[in-house]
T-cell receptor
């Protein structure tokens, strides 16, 4: 299985503070994604990357930015966290010839 | 962009019965349809997928069917077991160059022993 780890696993932060979530893969997969999961909404795409320094916005990108300076790391930043960004965040990679994703274990973020 | 609707939101069945979850999609260019299973506290895991050039695919107790004309696809689980209890998500993509999936809202399946 593709190695994909997210850090931190849990975080509580205050409104207005910056937060960065990290997604790390141990294999050389090109495509990486950030989703948020909220009750009743399933998984919604925030940003994705198709290579180093190549990123694009998803359907819920407002308030988020991403960076990918190395193939193995995809960072998601909340510049100024708001309570509406309380969610579970999942990173995913698209592996091999299939378009199927492998997901990380998620980061539970609470903004108070 | 793509829009995926999933029904039902919750489903309760008796052990041994079959379960069916249905999804519809909006973009006729979509050509890849995976299904994911998510257990409590974990990330979703791919369980089966189908491409638009195939009408049905089976893997042991699970199967997926696709109706391109009607733009809907379904997950079928036969002989359900308690360990099938989880949240299931369908997804679709027309953005095959960048593989960005659009997910349904999920179905919580409860298999009663």
């Amino acid at each position: 299985d593709a190695g994909i780890t997210q850090s931190p696993r849990h975080k509580v932060t205050e409104t207005g503070t910056p937060v960065t979530l990290r997604c790390h893969q141990t294999e050389n997969h090109r495509y990486m994604y950030w989703y948020r999961q909220d009750p009743g909404h399933g998984l919604r795409l925030i940003h994705y990357s198709y290579g180093v320094k190549d990123t694009d916005k998803g359907e819920v990108s407002d308030g988020y930015s991403v960076s990918r300076s190395k193939t193995e790391d995809f960072l998601l930043t909340l510049e100024s966290a708001t309570s509406s960004q309380t969610s579970v965040y999942f990173c995913a990679i698209s592996t091999g010839g299939s378009y199927g994703y492998t997901f990380g274990s998620g980061t539970r973020l609470t903004v108070v | 962009g793509e829009n995926v609707e999933q029904h039902p939101s919750t489903l309760s069945v008796q052990e041994g019965d079959s379960a069916v979850i249905k999804c519809t999609y909006s973009d006729s260019a979509s050509n890849y349809f995976p299904w994911y299973k998510q257990e409590l506290g974990k990330g979703p895991q791919l369980i089966i997928d189908i491409r638009s050039n195939v009408g049905e695919k089976k893997d042991q107790r699970i199967a997926v069917t696709l109706n391109k004309t009607a733009k809907h696809f379904s997950l079928h689980i036969t002989e359900t077991q308690p360990e099938d209890s989880a949240v299931y998500f369908c997804a679709a993509t027309s953005d095959t160059g960048r593989r960005a999936l659009t997910f349904g809202s999920g179905t919580r399946l409860q298999v009663q022993p």
